[in-house]
């Protein structure tokens, strides 16, 4: 059964940092790509990053330059790096596998979510 947990969510304030994983199971992990997505309240699903199997990266454009997307192989983990955040990132963020580099993939490949404020 394929299961992705997402984990490292929080309440930060403004310009602050927290690191996001995801860890994946029930499927060949490394030869998968993978994506993060992002819902806030009252609004549509937002793609955020995606990483292929050779480790390149693809951002949205409002996450460029903020936000790294990585993977550990090893430990069946993808993380998403989130520095400079601001009130607009505030959104439940999920782990997913991927359909392709760039959009949001069917919800039935989605994770449950991790809850990410960012408040002052």
């Known amino acids: 059964e394929v299961q992705l947990v997402e984990s490292g969510g929080g309440m930060v304030q403004p310009g602050e940092s927290l690191r996001l994983s995801c860890a994946a199971s029930g499927f060949t992990f490394s030869l998968s790509m993978m994506t993060w997505v992002r819902q806030a309240p009252g609004k549509g699903p937002e793609w955020v990053s995606s990483?292929?199997?050779?480790?390149?990266?693809y951002y949205a454009g409002f996450v460029k330059d903020r936000f790294t997307i990585s993977r550990d192989n090893a430990k069946n983990t993808m993380y998403l790096q989130m520095n400079s955040l601001k009130p607009e990132d505030t959104a439940l963020y999920y782990c997913a596998r991927a359909t392709r580099e760039v959009g949001v993939p069917p919800r039935d490949y989605w994770g449950q979510g991790t809850q990410v404020t960012v408040s002052s």
């Open positions: 990483i292929d199997i050779s480790g390149t990266a």
